[in-house]
């Protein structure tokens, strides 16, 4: 149980778990016994065994409310392990639907005597009521004991006080009483000794269904620390005080019941004792009847709640193991009651009081298994300290639990057939207490206590979720649970809770291979038979034959108990009802052999899928380990990748500023030089020369940075407002007379409807076109250029056609990128950079764009644009003159240039001068201060240079707005 699930009280809890002590089993028990057996032996019956359930319920109480945990997983970790509780879990089960239907059997009674309702349908009522009291766990049941438990104990004390006030003689009549089959003596005996306590030792069970309430305790700390002990022996042990009271009031009102005139088989049922006790109360016999049929109400649905809910639990745990399957607690809980409501229909819990000396020694081997082990084999480190229960660390099968418990029970049994003597046979449930204590440390010695745990404590080297409070998060359930709820599980490579791994059928056992039943049977087989012989058991037929003999026994048994019910018959009757049994067992036996057989067959079709799926399971999960090592290392090659890109960006930036220094000024001065009318026509020819060799390499540094900045996603688009009309003539006029001048022709041809304005990186769009049409133009050497503009859906498709050259197919997927050109006879007279396409493609596809290529060598290239381009309202566009300027009106402007370069400095100053700007130069920010400290003119233009020494052009801007410039 969660710690956070342990919140109530240990008051709370404790009232909770003896609300079972009103169940009037216990005073039906003590009838019985003391009708059957006599007051004295009866008497020592139910000292001496209430005195045995107080001492076994101790470990087995101390224990549930330390760990918080119910008493099948006590019995995994007390030396029976993950299947071999199972078997317990079906005792434990059993417990609970035969005293449901015991105590529901009196519940119907009671209704029948105080509303004639018929008993067949007051069964279905007792059973149903129960149900909606029991579906919210502990939270409503404790509700309903707390509610009820003031009435109860006022019912139950109130008519023994009036019948201790009224009949004095009756006591003395009890305590004298011989019994039915005591042969003429009320002494001790110990043959019906034996006999009455074999009925009472069943009640050791519930003990079990103690410890599943005491799970709730909250946490033993050392405030609460007197409280927690308190509730631990009250309502653990504690429990069978009250219920030895019990048994001798039922004692009591039996004799008084068989005084008043009822018959022995009415003076043992506790509605008709208790309709006779009531009747001191009141001389109103209705109104007894009335009282007697609430008090037997509200005691059987105070024990049957428990009941129900204990049952629930077993045989979810029961089930979960065998088929990895939990539909739920109320799934379990409608399934138990159920059982006991087709038990009293059949009438067959009439025979359990007849059973219930075999089935003593089946409950007593089981509880003394598991205190033995608390008690001996713990102490004195036979077994581990803590109490193991998770599927993961557990044997399935515990020889040190399951072979004691096999022997006792069987010892027991024997002796309780009368096969081991009369002595023998009353003392079967003795024989099976006592035998535990020897085997249970004996085996856990011999084996040296491997069978309790598997394998050792792991940790998740690194868990999902590890919270504040110390619980870790499942990786298949992702809920979250203490600590001591999870295990490791390779299959699933990390924390799974302890209900995840008992439904998990997939796993195949991986953490423990040697560990499962399968493997723990055939290595126990191996041992002790032949090869071959064990290779038949392993076969097909082999487990055909171990289902078949195991279900028929089953059926063979259940048969029994349904003969053994009947024994009230004639002898020709039981002849009768023998015949027929045996036909129906015959007849079951060929519907069980081929059920068996399709089990097996379709048990081996399910381990073959099985098999398969973890193969299959296992190659991907190799798969997905060696995609995840080749995502970390795509990964690491990416960073490394983003790295050597970003350094290569930085380098670019750095270089491109070294060569754009020298080779602006050559620009500058070549311009210059060109434009000068003083120098001859030679001197201007090697000026245009020198202007053209600086464009270019202008143009690579360019196309480089173009190039660096679009892969490193740095490069900003625009949304200009473009007049397409102008831009359109703007190209026509720039490429015209170069196709002229080649001899080749050069067409445009534009859809009429075109919009006048349209929304688009003018600069980007320009230079793809340009780069597009100058190599058209450039591998054109006779024939046409046309551009072709198509424009609908707000889409514009610019097509560039030529009948130049072409380009081979082979050459068509890298012209595209850097550097790359296409090399032949044809090609390499012609000039380029080789970066015009590669910068086209990627600002084509940073814009949403496409552009595609068709070729077709010796005829000729198709390029097509696609792109975006959203039309917007008509405006007037704005005229651009592109005059010559040789001047500007007014005063003389100064300009202050601040660069350390000084051909940058002399470069401004020969272009500004000229046009009457008086131009000032300092190299450096504190030169510049000097300056226009010692200076009366104001400067109206600064030009800085952003990177200087000392203080860049930033840092002077800020000095000088402090001075007073803006």
Known sequence: TAKRARRWSAAWVANTALGIISFLALEAIGGTITLNYGFTNAMWAILVVGGIIFLSGLPLAYYSARDGIDIDLLTRGAGFGYIGSTISSLVYASFTFIFFAIEAAIMSMAINMTTGIPMSLAYVISTIVVIPLVTHGITRISRFQAWTQPLWLILQILPLVFIGMHESAAFSQWLTYGGSAAEGGQGFELLLFGAAAAVIFPLIAQNGEQ??????????????KTQWWLAVVCAGPGWVVFGVIKLFVGSF????????????????????????????????????????????VISQLKINVTNAYAGSIAWGNFFSRLTHSHPGRVVWLVFNVTIALMLMELGLYQAFESILITYACLVVAWVACVVADLVINKPLGLSPARIEFRRGHLHDINPVGVVSMVVASSVGII???GFLGEVAEALAAFISLLIPFVTVPLIAW???????????????????????????????CENSFDHEDMSQCPSYEGMICSLCCALDSRCGNQCRPDAHLSAQTSAFFSRILPTFAHQRLQ???????????????????????????????????????SGALWQVFFLLMLVTGVLVWLYVLAQKSARFALSETQLQAELLTREAKAHEQTAIELAKARDAANTANKAKSRYLSGVSHELRTPLNTIFGY????????????KSQKISSVIKRSSEHLSDVIEGLLEISKIESRKLDLHRDTVDLRLLVQQLEDMFRPLAREKGIEFVIHCQTDLPRFVSVDEKRLRQILLNLLSNAIKFTPEGKVELHITYRNQVARLTVK??????????????????????????????GTGLGLSISRLLVEMMGGSLELKSWPGQGTEFCLSLFLPSVAEQLAVSQSHADICGYEGPPRHIMVVDDESSHRHLIHDLLQPLGFVIHQAESAEQTLEIIDGRLQSIDLFLLDINMPEMNGWQLLAELRQRGFS
């Open 446 to 476: 011999m084996t040296g206590g491997r069978y309790y745990l598997c394998r050792a404590e792991e940790t998740d080297p690194a868990p999902i979720q590890e919270e504040d409070s110390g619980q870790q998060c499942c990786r298949v």
């Open 211 to 224: 410890a599943d309430f005491l799970r709730f305790l909250p946490v033993r700390n050392q405030q609460n």
């Open 670 to 681: 070549a311009q210059l030089m060109e434009a000068d009318t003083r120098l001859d026509k």
């Open 539 to 577: 076969s097909v037929t082999g487990h055909f034959l171990g289902m078949f003999i195991i279900t028929a026994s089953i059926i063979a048994g259940l048969l029994g108990v349904v003969f053994y019910a009947q024994q009230n018959k004639t002898q020709t009757d039981l002849l009768l009802i």
């Open 253 to 296: 009102l039996a004799v008084l019941a068989l005084n008043h005139g009822l018959s022995p088989e009415l003076a043992d049922d506790p509605a008709h004792m208790y309709a006779v006790a009531f009747n001191y109360i009141t001389i109103n016999p209705d109104m007894a009847l009335w009282l007697a049929g609430i008090f037997v």
């Open 415 to 417: 002796a309780s057939l």
């Open 802 to 831: 030529d009948t130049g050259i072409g380009i081979a197919e082979e050459d068509q997927s890298r012209i595209f990128e850097p550097f790359e050109r296409v090399h032949n006879k044809q090609t390499q007279r012609i000039s």
